[in-house]
């Protein structure tokens, strides 16, 4: 949680990611994460997060957090060491 500076949302997304790490296939794991890295690498829009959004688009950035947290719990070995 600190590493999210205590917001439970955030620290929530990213222990989702641990556990759906854990569930998937290896195989899974490696797509889930190579579709996540493109979307972040690109610069370009992330449909994803535009989808996560509301309608005027304002949470944009605190979308992109969720989903980054995620990501570093897909990636992650294990962060609660």
Known sequence: MERYDWDIDIG???LLGLDTAEIVS???R???IGTLDDSFGAGTPNY???EMCSRN???YADKM???GA???GMVSEN???
């Open 57 to 59: 688009g304002e949470d």
């Open 70 to 72: 995620f990501l570093d």
């Open 48 to 50: 994803l997060v535009e």
């Open 65 to 67: 957090k969720l989903l």
């Open 26 to 28: 290896s195989q899974t």
């Open 79 to 81: 962060l609660t060491s």
């Open 30 to 32: 490696r797509q889930i």
């Open 12 to 14: 929530a997304a990213c």
